[in-house]
Every structure is written in structure tokens, then in C-alpha cells.
């Protein structure tokens, strides 16, 4: 195998199939990256036991071929290599990767070891990149971090129709996001017949992911137009711009949010969101441990408070007050009125809430002092974001 490459391609097609290489692993050629030089194009691949990525690159092949070498070795070469068009080759038990006056020598390992990578599932439409990147994003900070409870570090991932469903929860907060996508679309007439037949409807689905792997994959995805989303009952895939990867799913399911979500009667409050933010983050800094930062909103707007006795901070800003009514917590009319209501938060997670968010303002739909709050940023929002309040500080 022989070929050159743009050195700024290699990195990122490097960069890009390592991500899934495990940090430890039983079996050595697990660490390995797959390249593989044929008719013009470099394909690297790298997997794991819960996923798999592949992506092709345009490259001047030489000789064609393949090579299985160290993963992340391969990247940290890549990184420092001199700028221009590298040259790698096989020269007997070793990649030669030469560029300028700079040349390295990769031990090749066992290619015929190498696990076949699996299969792409069964593709069930498009979703464009962008729009998935950026619907992930939002609600992945609401993903567990506590591994003894798997699937609370999952992201659901439910399809009804042309909505896809985004959503996460650790238990303490629950962010839900919905946005279009076109079932059926990239694939083939006979094909989509086929899955109709099979499975009823190729547009329904609900599964959980590992959020940490979702995030790596829709970040990859922004930029690179429509994406194929495939899926079968233990793992899923996207397939776009000659990037293709897959990853398993996680057993059980994420609570359903839907009556959560329901509020009935309660308050609505309006601020303007990047104010509103830098303000947390500003009087936060006196909040030690589990301390809250404390919201009390009137007609005149809403105050923060943080801290006890000799520490404390406020910040007073203008915002509007509905009074109480009854919704969904959708954003529809709550009504008006007069007086204030005293809520306090986790201030790290209202922070996450807000930086979720992407509009001037933001909407509280409060129902009281401990108790659960909605925070969306439109009347009719595709992003909502469900804390729970604790006790004011006193």
C-alpha cells in the first residue's frame, strides 16, 4: 500500500475514525485504525465493542492496499507532521508515513485479526445535520453521569411520523427537543417497500443511545447536509458525506416526560435570556456547594440573590410577570395578574438550561418554590427544558 494525501485531510479523517477506538481493550488490534488506498480514495475505519466509524477521503493511491496500525499513535504522528502532502506506504512489517524532512515508523499490527466492522442497519431516512447537530446539543446536558444507571446516560431518540423526538434526563432535570425529518427518504423505492412490509412503519421508533456517543456523532454531522439515519432493535447509524458510524443502543427506556410537562395551572415569567444568564453566572460565584441561586420574579422584573450571611450577591432585571392561570406549559396564555414568586435553583443547572436555549427571551412557567419549573424560549416551542426548584434561601 502506497499512497499521498493533503495532510489536514489525513488529520481529520484520523481524528474522526480514533474517537471510537477503546481506552483499554483485551484484544490489541481494537486500538488499530483500518486504512485501506483503492481507485483514489483512503477509507479509515476504527471500532470497538459498541461502535464503529468509517470515513472516505480523496487520496493519490500508489499502490493499493491496506494497513492496520495503532489508532491513536497514528493521530499524534499526524498532528505534528510538517504542512503539505504526506506520503504512507508499507515497507514490510511497518507504515512509513514521510513528510518533508520529517519520516516515521509505524509497527503494522495483524490485519487478519481485525474484527469485521458491522453492518450499516436498516435505513429508515434523512435528518439534516445542522438541525440534528444542534438539537442534540441542547438536550444531551441533561444526560446522566452516573453509569449504575445506564439508560439515564442514554438521549431518546423517538420518530412519530416526520417528528423526531430528542430528550434527556438525570432525573433532576429533563430536556426535551423535537424537530422535522423525512422518513423514508435515501433509500430505494423497493427498498422502502420492503421495510414497509416488514416492520409496519419505517418512520416509528423510540430507543435510547449512549449520549456521549450521540454528541461525538452529531457534531460530526453538522456541516455535511442530509444524513441517513439507520436503525435496528440493538444498534443505530448515520451515513453522510463519506462518513458512516454506528453504535450500540442501551437497554429500557427514559421516563416518559409528557405529564411532567403538563403543568395545569401555574405562573408565567419573561426575562431576556443572555442577560439573564451572565446575571446567574455573576452572582453564582458566592454559591458554595449545593448552594442555590435564588429567582424572585414581580411585575417589575426579577431579582437573583446568592450566598449567606456575609457572602451574598444580587442582581435586579427587567422582565414581565403574567400572574396565574392555567396551560400546558406550552407557552399558551397563563392569564395576568399581580404579586411575586420566590424560586431558587442549582445554579450549574440553570445555566445549562439557559445556554440551551437559543432565543432573546426566556419563559418560566413556575408552579411554585420546590417545585418542578419549564423554562422554553418561544409560544410554541420545539425546545423545553424541565427543572426541579429547591428551597429558597432564607
Request: with cysteine; net charge negative; proline share 6%.
Amino acid at each position: 500500500m502506497e499512497f499521498r494525501i493533503d495532510g489536514d485531510v489525513l488529520t481529520d479523517a484520523v481524528a474522526w475514525a480514533a474517537r471510537v477506538l477503546p481506552a483499554r481493550s483485551p484484544m490489541p488490534v481494537l486500538g488499530g485504525l483500518l486504512l485501506e488506498a483503492a481507485e483514489g480514495r483512503l477509507r479509515v475505519s476504527g471500532l470497538d465493542h459498541e461502535a464503529s466509524a468509517r470515513i472516505e477521503v480523496e487520496a493519490d493511491t500508489l499502490v493499493e492496499g491496506r494497513a492496520l496500525v495503532l489508532g491513536r499513535r497514528l493521530l499524534d504522528i499526524c498532528k505534528v507532521l510538517p504542512r503539505g502532502r504526506p506520503e504512507l506506504a508499507v515497507e514490510g512489517a511497518r507504515l512509513t508515513v514521510t513528510s518533508g524532512d520529517a519520516r516515521f515508523g509505524l509497527s503494522l499490527l495483524p490485519v487478519d485479526d481485525y474484527p469485521a466492522p458491522p453492518a450499516l442497519p436498516e435505513v429508515r431516512g434523512l435528518v439534516d445535520g445542522d438541525a440534528f447537530a444542534t438539537a442534540v446539543g441542547q438536550v444531551a446536558v441533561a444526560a446522566g453521569r452516573d453509569d449504575s444507571l445506564p439508560v439515564l446516560t442514554g438521549i431518546r431518540l423517538a420518530l412519530d411520523g416526520t417528528t423526531m423526538t430528542v430528550a434527556a434526563t438525570d432525573r433532576y432535570r429533563y430536556a426535551v427537543r423535537s424537530l422535522e425529518w423525512h422518513p423514508d427518504a435515501g433509500r430505494g423505492t423497493a427498498a422502502a417497500e420492503q421495510s414497509a412490509e416488514a416492520a409496519g412503519s419505517a418512520g416509528s421508533a423510540d430507543v435510547v443511545v449512549p449520549a456521549r456517543r450521540l454528541t461525538e456523532i452529531a457534531r460530526s454531522l453538522a456541516g455535511t447536509g442530509p444524513a441517513r439515519l439507520a436503525l435496528d432493535s440493538g444498534s443505530i447509524g448515520f451515513e453522510s458525506g463519506g462518513m458512516r458510524t454506528t453504535t450500540r443502543l442501551l437497554d429500557g427506556r427514559l421516563p416518559r416526560h409528557d405529564k411532567l410537562f403538563a403543568l395545569g395551572e401555574h405562573t408565567l415569567a419573561v426575562t431576556e435570556r443572555a442577560p439573564l444568564t451572565e446575571a446567574v453566572r455573576r452572582v453564582a460565584v458566592v454559591a458554595e456547594g449545593d448552594s442555590p441561586v435564588q429567582l424572585t420574579f414581580t411585575p417589575s422584573g426579577v431579582h437573583l440573590q446568592a450566598g449567606y450571611e456575609d457572602d451574598v450577591a444580587s442582581q435586579h432585571l427587567p422582565g414581565s410577570f403574567a400572574g396565574t392561570g392555567t396551560g400546558t406549559g406550552t407557552g399558551t396564555d397563563t392569564g395576568t395578574g399581580t404579586g411575586s414568586m420566590t424560586v431558587a435553583f442549582n445554579p450549574g443547572y440553570l445555566l445549562d438550561a439557559l445556554s440551551s436555549l437559543d432565543a432573546p427571551e426566556v419563559r418560566f412557567h413556575l408552579l411554585g418554590p420546590g417545585q418542578r419549573a419549564l423554562l422554553t424560549d418561544a409560544p410554541e416551542p420545539t425546545h423545553r427544558h424541565l427543572l426541579m426548584s429547591v428551597k429558597p434561601l432564607v
